[in-house]
């Protein structure tokens, strides 16, 4: 038998933990481009559970047969997480062990995963983080900006009013700011951000353990100039310094600074 913290674990065979009859549902973090970021422990849960969720069943059917792991796969998506919880929970109130991975990186993290983790909770079922990788985190940690306090936003909202409000609510934070971001929308919101924040320090952080792995260093402006004739491509993760009150200062009292 398996020791995992104070729950003991013996999957496949008697899927049963610490005498419940009920499953559990395991959040398993998958890499966000190297297959080789994945750790023991998120292997071995996922040859032992009973089904996986996935948010894109295509993407984790190559990262299983990369390690040889045959299991059932039911797609998890934001376009069918309604419809599909009330089956996972059944099949968890039964006793069937489930992972849920999403696209890359870790399930909850900006995915459709949240949906299915409270409504998990609300039903008594046992939640396991098995932890790994996220992009947010190995992006803000090469970003060399402060690390001691920061804050993840997420993607900024689509809409455009609702894009600048937020802009607006985010310009006094102190802390270092990390966003995702589509390679569609960076430069408009590239381009928000300077007209709301005035010039910062902001890294981009591209296709993070890919092979195009890219991290850049420098500032809105100059990131405006780039990417005003070149398409962005890829997958970004931006890293914004901190308002500072002397640069609020200034902006306040010559805007156009
Ligand atoms: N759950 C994931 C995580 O833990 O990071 C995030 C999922 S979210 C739907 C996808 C966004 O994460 C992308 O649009 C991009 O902003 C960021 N992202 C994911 N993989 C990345 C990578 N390899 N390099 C840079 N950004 C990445």
């Not at 013996?10 to 973090?29: H, N, R, T, Y």
């Not at 006793?95 to 993290?109: H, L, N, Y």
């Not at 995915?111 to 609300?122: E, F, G, K, M, N």
């Not at 609020?248 to 156009?256: G, I, V, Y």
Request: one cysteine or more.
């Amino acid at each position: 038998m398996k020791t995992e913290g104070k729950v003991y674990l013996q999957l496949g065979a008697d899927p049963k933990i610490d005498g419940e009859e009920q499953g559990c549902l395991f959040v398993v973090s998958t890499p966000i481009g190297n297959l080789e970021d994945i750790t023991l422990r998120a292997l071995r849960v996922l040859q032992e559970v009973d089904l996986i969720a996935a948010e894109d069943t295509r993407r984790t059917a190559k990262l299983l047969s990369h390690y040889n792991i045959q299991k059932q796969t039911v797609s998890y998506h934001d376009y069918n997480k309604a419809r599909r919880t009330p089956d996972l929970l059944r099949k968890l109130r039964s006793g069937v062990q489930i992972a849920v991975v999403s696209d890359a990186g870790t399930p909850g993290i900006s995915d459709p995963c949240y949906y299915l983790v409270r409504r998990a909770i609300d039903a008594g079922i046992s939640v396991i983080p098995i932890p790994g990788p996220t992009a947010a985190i190995s992006a803000v940690v090469v970003s060399g900006l402060p690390t001691d306090r920061f804050v993840f936003e997420g993607f900024l909202p689509k809409a455009e009013g609702r894009c600048r409000t937020r802009l607006f609510e985010l310009s006094t934070e102190r802390r270092t700011v990390i966003l995702y971001e589509s390679p569609h929308r960076l430069v408009k919101h590239l381009r928000m951000m300077l007209e709301v924040w005035g010039d910062r320090k902001m890294v981009l952080a591209r296709e993070l353990t890919k092979r195009f792995e890219d991290v850049q260093r420098s500032t809105i402006s100059r990131f405006v100039e780039q990417y005003q004739d070149v398409r962005p491509k890829g997958e970004f993760v931006l890293i914004i310094e901190g308002a500072s009150e002397e640069r609020e200062k200034k902006r306040r009292c010559c805007p156009k600074s």
